[in-house]
Every structure is written in structure tokens, then in C-alpha cells.
């Protein structure tokens, strides 16, 4: 009962806190640009506290597994003052590629605590960790890319993908707060990575959209956006419940 109950802790605070820190990511920027959030969540579900301030709703949510921000003009476009799809086209990329950069940022942050204090590294404390931290953040992130190349290439199937059960099941199995923490840096390398696949609606997908009305010098409609954006979300449904199927059939075996 007590190993259950230190397991969904565990899986809980992980996917909670990356996901957060991600959707802080974009709050942040956001707030940079000068682009009106909304709403900024943290966690999802009934609202459990909430406060406005400076034009923007906090709050918090019963479920700790992630979070959202609501921008003005994001989900349909809008003429306001501080509107998202007002806002220049670098200033877009970079909120929306934000997320997916503070992952990243976060997991080299998270490989130097554990190197600085977990583990012996011979000569100059400090400058070696700082870049043996970014050196195997980098490598991972490679191999994170060429893990999707090959995926979209055929060279691999579904089969060798990991959904959020199959996450879930190996930081259920992390023994130590070194296994766990070194977890915590690989998954948010994942997240940042898979995120910025071109492929809608992920942000990587947004950022395409945002590069073809550069090139075109003109929005797509917003029709038609919403429909690509419609049609992506469908085909992750269906691999996401393809890739949980194939977890859960992992774990039974």
C-alpha cells in the first residue's frame, strides 16, 4: 500500500512539475511579448484558488498533472490590444517555442544538481559538470531526434514508443532519489524534443503554421488552420491510444 501510494507521488509530482514548467515557459515569454494571458492554470480540473491580477486570472487546479495558459487571440483570432495573432511573427515563435525550451533548459539544470552532487568528477567542481551537464543533455536530445526520424522513416514501429503509462510504469520502478532525479532530466528532454515535432497541434506544428505566413506574408484562413490543427490532434489521439494499448500490453507481460 505504501509503495502504491510513493509511486503515484512520484509519477504525479514528475508529470506535474514538467508539464508546469513547461506552460510557464510560454506564460513567461508571453508576459515578455506583451501578448494579454488570460488565464494561467496550474494543474487542471476544479479550481481550487484563483486571483486576477494585472488582466490575468491565476489559479489552481484539483489535478497537479500539468497546466495551461489562455492567451487572448490564440485560439481564434482577435483585434484586442496585446492579441497573440497580433503580435509579430518572432515574437509568436518564440512564446510558442518557449515551453519546449525551458524542458530543455530546465533537464541541464536538473543533470548538473545531480552531477554536482551526486557524482565524482575529477578536476575543475564546476566547469566539467557545467559541461558534462549540457554534454549529455545534447546527446540525449540527438538521440531523442533520431528515434523520430527513424519512426517517421519506417526504420522502427510504434511498438518502441512510450506513452504516458509506459512513463509512468518506469518512474513508478526508479529506486533513489538519483534514479528519480536523473528521470526527471531525461523526460523533460523528451517533452521539450517531442514538442517541437512540426506536426500539429504540438508547438513544433504551430511554429510550421507560423513559417508558411512568413513565407506567404499573409495568415493562412482560420478555417483552414483550424481544420489542420483538428486533424493533428485527431492522428495523436489514435497514436496515443495505440502507444497506451501497447504499454499496458508491457506491463502485463
Known sequence: MISTLLSIIKIVFLLGLLIGIHETGHFLVAKLCKVKVNEFAIGFGPTIWKKQKNNTEYELRLIPLGGFVRMEGEEERSEEEGSFSKASIPKRIAIVAAGAIVNIVFAIIVYFILFATMIEIPDNTFTSKITLSATETGEFVFTTIDGLRMLFTGQTSTAQLIGPVGISEVVAQTQGIKEFI?????ISISLGVTNLIPFPPLDGGKILLLIIEAIRKKPLKEETEIKIQLLG??????????????????IIH
Open 182 to 186: 536523473y528521470m526527471l532530466a531525461v
Open 233 to 250: 490532434f485527431a492522428i495523436l489521439i489514435v497514436l496515443a491510444l495505440v502507444v497506451t494499448y501497447q504499454d499496458i500490453i508491457k
